[in-house]
């Protein structure tokens, strides 16, 4: 199966979705969370199951904006800029006007300084893990030229993920949270994984046979490794697609994240690492 005659289209492929992620983010940015710009989480219980429009009238007469709420059941679960015990006591007696069964269930504020402390951490971990991973995948091959493609190859994943979470929040008001993150950090690993799999196929190819060009043995290693990769990636698509439609509203993005992060790992591994390895591969030939 010669797919990798098919790199000019995988280029064009990659290249539309990396422009669509970064000119979202240019023009439509983020919809950041709480965990990221600080502010009030408050979950409550109230039995008479009142409608969403009711609570958010409450915080809008008494000035209160940047209200989401997420409801399971009878539970709200609530988050807004912070407030003052004295505004606390007067959302209250408001809700308690509309549900006298109301009970708190938790009440906590977040700074917006731990969001930026989340957001530090979780870059110094892509760039010590892009690090780790490019010394160990080229010394491990002993050619440098694939560390740096499966680095690449990653960093395209984790771009697309990036922006497509810019156009989900401008859209359909998906938030950039700490299971974000979680999903972004999970999508490195998943990228990687198929990515080295026929890395190493190729190598032992390559030791079999010293004649054949890279090209030939990029075609031969992806036809034996792909339906594999599909097989193992369909199985946890399956599961995180019923997770998106089926589970609740507070995992439904992060089950988002994480199936956007699988397919787009499964693409990168044939679609642009093993192309990118052929590539350095033709220009250090020409030197």
Known sequence: MNIMKFRPLLLIISSLLLISSLLSIIFWGFKPSIDFVGGAVWELNLPSNPDNSKITEIFTKNSIDKLTITKNDTKYHLEFKDINPDQKNVLTNEIKKIDQDYRELKFETLGATLGKEL????????????????????????DFSFGASAILAMFHDTFILIGSFSIFGHFFGAELDSLFVTALLTT???????????????????????????????????????SRSINNSMTIVFMLLSLVVLGGSTTKWFATALLIGVICGTYSSTGVAIPLVLFFKKNRKKK
């Open 119 to 142: 957001l530090r951490k979780t870059v110094m971990a892509v760039v010590l893990s892009s690090l780790f991973l490019l010394i160990f995948i080229g010394r491990r091959f002993k």
């Open 188 to 226: 490195l690993s998943s990228s990687v994984h198929d990515t080295v799999v026929t890395f190493n196929r190729i190598r032992e190819l390559k030791l079999q046979n010293l004649s054949l060009d890279w090209v030939n043995l990029a075609n031969q290693a992806v036809t034996e490794t792909l």
